[in-house]
């Protein structure tokens, strides 16, 4: 039977899948005509024409001290590394030495990097001119600012708190509760305090309390700020430090920057998430009975936990009972033990239940894979032990070949798509 080929990232090789044409078969995958073809001059442009700011040169004065908050090592996507010495170059035109400039990384509850992993970050020449700390959001002397008006404790690391001029670095895409990553959230979780982050992010079960993932109306979701309870109350801390500058950056999946959003905390960020938008948000006509997702391959799957987003993603475009094939090599495994213990509980009602007693942002990627799993097939095509993957509700896999079958097993299938990264696009049902 005739049929088509399509590529799926595993691992550092792929897997070839073949769907008939009788299959009404779609590529969901990133524009690939945004990519920046100077970005040392677009990023200067960029800090000389800001958005709803003055231009950075004019906001810092000799003598200040100036921090950064750059993304810690999980996030070398967002390749600090390639600007961070230009914004240093900048700093210096405008009189701020390199001795009184302090990059801060913003690790939220992750652990501290080594210097290897300091290096991989912001640069071999930029470690060598300034200070890299680690934030510890358990930290004995982070400053206390106060409530959100949500309730949330507002902890901050002290020196970003005690910087003369703070200016905040990071990545935009689709994020699974906060809407949109970068922006404010480089500050809440970025610098903030382990119990400002648990309690902030806790916010996202008041989607679920009472419905499960499939009501579409929850504003707690990848592509939503306003009303968003979670993004809301990032910003509003946030606001309490007043940062002076944002650089973002929008990155496609061969890690070529897009844009570089630059100026006003708020509005240069809305800036950068409408490039977000354009790059990766793919208007798709109706949901399918066949989703297969990869990762995009080495490093992006190396673990379970970080391959539940591209699940989480085909899990807005996916008919309820449809099957979702996703492709993630795991050759490091489940990436924390914690986080298998979550399925444990036995099924989202459960889950939930016990991220209410005690919030974990393990639990709640927990919860979304098992209720996608739960009103869904899900079909793992990994390294993982079998009775692993049955323990996380989901159908173990050993090629394409086979998933396939399977697949084919589980109900018939008209509509299909491919989302070859799947971690980056998010399909949006007009």
Known sequence: MAGKDYQLAYGKESFTVTLEEEIETEVIEPKSDLALENFQAEFKKALGNPVASAPLTELVHEGEEVVIVASDFTRLAYRTSGYLNLLLDELNQAGIKDENITVVIASGTHRSQNEEEDIAVVGEEVYQRVDIEQHDCQAEDLKNLGNTSRGTEVKINRTVYEADRLILTGGINYHMIAGFGGGRKSILPGVAGYNSIQENHSLALEATADSNFAVEATKIRPGVLKGNIVAEDMLEAAQKLEPDFIINVVVNGNKEYLTFAAGDLKEAFIAGTKVAEEAFGIPVADKFDLILTSCGGYPKDIQLYQSIKPLINAGYAI????????????????????????FD????????????????????????????????????VSELADEVVARVGMIPAASAQKALIKAKKLGEIKKAAIMPQGALTFPIVK
């Open 319 to 342: 008919k309820e009972g449809g099957t979702i094939v996703l492709f993630s090599n795991c050759s490091q495994g489940v990436g924390n033990d914690k986080f298998l213990d979550w």
């Open 345 to 380: 509980y036995g099924s989202p009602e459960k889950i939930r239940e016990a991220l209410h007693n005690e919030f974990s942002m393990l639990g709640y990627v927990a919860l979304m894979a098992a209720e996608i799993s739960t009103r869904n097939n899900v079909i793992l």
